[in-house]
């Protein structure tokens, strides 16, 4: 398990993983997006446990995703607060806009 941390020690993302796996680029696009622009990439790894099976593994994420998920920007995250009304403005806006040209 581990974490990938801010300059201010702010946890922006929480995953699990084998070998070198916690200081690989991430790869999916909210995570990229997020270090990049934001980051500068630049972020520190913070190894939150070690040697766990598949399943402690698997519920100590759940756990640390539910703490933290005002910050996190993990692609799957059952703790985000979602505004719906404003997703819904923003693919009705979307959606018009790519109609327009």
Do not use: P, T
Not at 56 to 80: H, K, P, Q, T, Y
Not at 85 to 93: C, G, H, I, M, V
Request: with cysteine; aromatic share 14%; proline share 0%.
């Amino acid at each position: 398990m581990y974490a990938h941390v801010d300059r201010d020690g702010e946890i922006f993302y929480v995953g699990k993983g084998k070998g070198r796996r916690a200081w690989e680029k991430n790869g999916h696009e909210l995570w990229e997006f997020y270090v990049k622009r934001h980051l500068d990439d630049e972020y520190k790894v913070l190894i939150l446990a070690d040697d766990l099976d598949e399943e402690g593994a698997e519920d100590l994420e759940a756990r640390w995703m539910a703490r933290e998920n005002e910050s996190l920007v993990n692609w799957i995250n059952f703790g985000r607060v979602i505004d719906y009304e404003a997703n819904q403005r923003f693919w009705k806006l979307r959606n018009e806009s790519q109609r327009c040209c």
